[in-house]
C-alpha cells in the first residue's frame, strides 16, 4: 500500500529551481533511500514533505489524503517525523528532555512510556545518560538522541536525512544496524544518505536525485550493481 507519495512536485528558492517537478512513491513497511550529490535536492526533498518548505506545484498525498498544505506540525501528529540534517538536538536540554520534545505529536499520551521503551530498546547509551545535557555526547551519541527524538511521537514513517553524517565508522554501522530494526518493528523510512553503500544495502527501492531531478530508480541491490551508480556515488570505476 502507497502511504506516501510526491506527485510532480517542484520547489524554488526564490528565482532558482531547486527541485525539478519530481515524482516518487514510499510503500508502507519499506526503506526507501534518497542518493546523490551534495546540492543535488535531497535535504530540500525532506523538509517539503515534513512541511518546512512549501513546493510551488506538485501535490503530497499521506495515506490517501492530501498533504500538500498541512503545517508541519500536523504532519507529525499525522505520522510523518523527521529526524534532520545536522541533528539538531537542543544541547542545553537532557537526554530526557530531549526526548520529550518528540511526543507532542502523540494523540494518546498513554504512549508516551511506550516510546521510551522502544527508544531505550533501541538506543541503551541513552538510557545510560538520560540527564546528561545533549551537547556534552559525542556525535554518534546525539544522532541517537535525534532518530530517538524523531520515534518518540510513534511515526507511520520516519524520515532520516544524513544520519551517518560525520560519525566514526564502529557508529556508522551501529546506526544502519539500528535502522534495518526499526524498519524491522514496522516504520516505513525514508533515507537521504551520502553513505550510497551502507543505504542502498538496505533499501527496498531507491531513486537517485541529480540537480533536482530523479534519473535513476530501482531497488537498492539494483542500483547497487548499476556500472554509473558505482562510479558516482559508490567510487568504483
Known sequence: MTLLELKDV????????????????????EIVTLIGAN?????????TISGLLQP?????????????KMK????????????????????????LENLDMGTFGLKNKSGVAE????????????????????????GGEQQMLAIGRA???????????????????????????????INAQGTTVLLVEQNANQALARAHRAFVLET???TRTGTGKELLADPAV????LGVG
Open 212 to 214: 533536482g531531478a530523479i
Open 56 to 68: 510551488s506545484s506538485g501535490s503530497i498525498t499521506f495515506d490517501g489524503q492530501d498533504i500538500t
Open 10 to 29: 517542484a520547489v524554488h528558492y526564490g528565482r532558482i529551481k531547486a527541485i525539478h517537478d519530481i515524482s516518487f512513491s514510499v510503500d508502507e513497511g
Open 72 to 95: 508541519a506540525h500536523l504532519r507529525v501528529v499525522k505520522g510523518i517525523s523527521q529526524s534532520p540534517e545536522g541533528r539538531g538536538i537542543f544541547p542545553g536540554m537532557t537526554v
Open 39 to 47: 546540492g543535488a535536492g535531497k535535504t530540500t526533498t525532506m523538509r
Open 151 to 181: 520515534l518518540m511521537s510513534q511515526p507511520r514513517v520516519l524520515l532520516l536525512d544524513e544520519p551517518s553524517m560525520g560519525l566514526a565508522p564502529q557508529f556508522i554501522r551501529q546506526i544502519f544496524k539500528i535502522i534495518t530494526e
Open 230 to 233: 558505482k562510479e558516482a556515488y
Open 115 to 138: 516510546s521510551y521503551e522502544r527508544v531505550f530498546s533501541l538506543f541503551p547509551r541513552l538510557d545510560e545518560r538520560k540527564k546528561q545535557l545533549g551537547g556534552t555526547m559525542s
